[in-house]
């Protein structure tokens, strides 16, 4: 960190994105960055799709601030490249020549480029480039595997939190009674299609999955992911308790829209668990909102790291070519 | 709820606050409102410290929404008053003539206000009143306590889901391992001293309170709550992690600065658990932070609720005279 003083990486101003590494570090060789969702959309917005300038605006980025951190946004996005050179004191255990994609998000990654972004027209998140990154003693990263496409692995370990930490809920849950129910809101996008994969295979019975409209029920219908399909608005209490008509042990919420929160809580049985994953969950919301409705549910912050997050994922996306299909539909769009 | 049709009481624009009751209903004769902190804070900027405007502010509110919710803050506060009417399917428990506190925000209690608050000169929170109130099946109320000050009481009630919280936490930890060490940052204001009080009665050891100043410091040294006071700005996660020098198995943030969700992640070991409740708590800091540092631990959002928490509470500050005058220093100030 420049600057700063005292601050993480990812709160800082300026990240030092020098060549040398210290001796637990990792120098990566960059072939490709992916630009977050939400920055992305900023980015087209303020600059009304002019690719010219919203690659402008990422060079002098990245050049000013040493990562791609968007400040309007507060997010990043991860990359894809090769490892070049490994301080022997590195935890991480990657060796040179391995292809590899960031874990953690941009904002806290020290990054060069060195093409001036010039193979890129600034028209999609996915920039194509040459440079370095460095990974810290304790910054995740993944190999690639071989035998899946690089954007179904990068769509994969965007999300692989959610599974992994679905899959401890559930199994915790089991250990202190014979059946765990699980409701999933958002259930047909990346990370809540994973979520009920992971419920079934902790053996969690039903889950149920919540969609918005009949595309999205149709495509969960087809993968087979859950016991039964509900169509509701998920920021409709009432609306959404009318239409599960039941309360579960476990209620995951991986929809990318504001005002869910209610909802999931109303939806939970009295001792059961909410899991929020939705970056656009209200802490305040949240907290008020199961006080104000006297639930006694435990409230869980989606922790992106579980140790072994990717591995489990992979695993989930080899045996299941269901979850697979539905994927790759929603990498590719 | 009157208007907009299928939201709960807390989103709604405006209440039903007439008189009369459902069967599961109770209405209550309102003495007092306590406005929150921040609500009371914002009015007394935007009229700059006028009473007889923040006054009419009030009043056209609670008139409009049929509620006390600023709508700047989105906060409320709660009520004391005496049990009026008692539906005969209310689940509370309550007669008639019992004086109770609210123990929801005034955000969702329907409110009726007929003196025109004439009685309040708006230089203050606390507004002596007389109108009415109605608590809904779910809406949670204590008896005030007769042998503790009301203004204690209500203190007391206004941060009784922490140690509840904190309890149960260390109680589940301590299931499992021999010994549970606890941090709280934050620890000389009221919850954070609450919940000093909770973690030892529920066994941890040691209990380390984090203040931010020496007055703070001198404060909780006296009433005796931690075995080690640690005196760090807890939005710094560096220097807090090197004035703590070890990681806790729960850490418990009742901090009301933004900016502490790093620090608290840093302080606490692999495995362990973090519990926030302040309302100053950025769900994505903590989320993506957790996964920025490869962090393995649990982060619960603190639900204000949890059965019998105001009889915990009370129960802490009977038995221990050092809690109930470091809460008392709180409340009168």
């Known amino acids: 960190v420049i600057s700063p003083v005292g601050v993480l990486p990812q709160a800082a101003e300026r990240l030092d994105a020098s060549e040398e590494i210290w001796p637990d570090e990792v120098r990566v060789r960059v072939e490709r960055l992916n630009l977050d969702a939400a920055s992305y959309r900023q980015l ?44 022997r004191d590195s935890p991480l255990g990657f060796l040179p020549g ?24 600034g028209h999609s998140p996915q920039i194509s480039t040459d440079g370095h990154a460095i990974l810290f003693a304790r910054s995740l990263a993944g190999r690639l595997p071989s035998d899946l496409p690089t954007s179904l692995s990068l769509g994969i370990f965007d999300v692989c939190g959610a599974p992994a930490l679905t899959r ?12 765990c129910s699980v409701l999933v809101l958002g259930a047909a ?31 969960l219908e087809q993968a087979d992911l859950v016991d039964k399909v509900v169509l509701a608005d998920a920021r409709d209490p009432v609306a959404l308790a009318e239409a599960v008509r039941e309360s579960f042990d476990v209620t995951i919420v991986c929809v990318d829209v504001p005002g869910c929160e209610h909802g999931a809580i109303l939806s939970t ?65």
């Not at 917005?45 to 690719?51: A, L, N, P, T, V």
């Not at 391995?98 to 027209?121: F, K, N, Y």
């Not at 419920?199 to 495509?219: L, T």
């Not at 989930?316 to 979850?323: E, H, I, P, Q, T």
């Open 98 to 121: 391995e292809r590899i994609a960031t874990l953690v998000s941009l904002t806290m990654t020290p990054l060069r480029i060195d093409d001036g972004l010039d193979h890129w027209d």
């Open 269 to 333: 049985a009295q001792g059961g668990t909410v899991v929020f994953f939705s970056m656009s969950t209200s802490f305040s919301a949240a907290a008020l909102g199961a006080e104000g409705l006297a639930a006694d549910v435990t409230m869980l912050i989606g922790n992106g790291y579980v140790p072994g997050h990717a591995d489990f994922a992979v695993s989930l996306v080899r045996a299941d070519d269901n979850l697979r299909s539905l994927l790759e539909s929603r990498v590719m769009r």
């Open 44 to 87: 087209h917005e303020q600059h009304r799709g002019d690719g010219a300038a919203i690659r402008d605006d990422v060079r002098e980025t990245i050049a000013t601030r040493g990562k791609m951190h968007n400040r309007v946004t507060g997010s990043g996005g991860m990359l894809v490249g090769t490892v070049e050179e490994v301080g």
């Open 189 to 219: 996008g990346k990370s809540g299609a994973f979520s009920c994969a992971a419920a079934r295979a902790a053996g969690a019975d039903p889950v149920v999955g919540v969609v918005p409209n009949e595309a999205e029920r149709e495509a």
């Open 168 to 179: 401890r809920v559930v199994a915790e849950k089991l250990k202190r009674q014979r059946y």
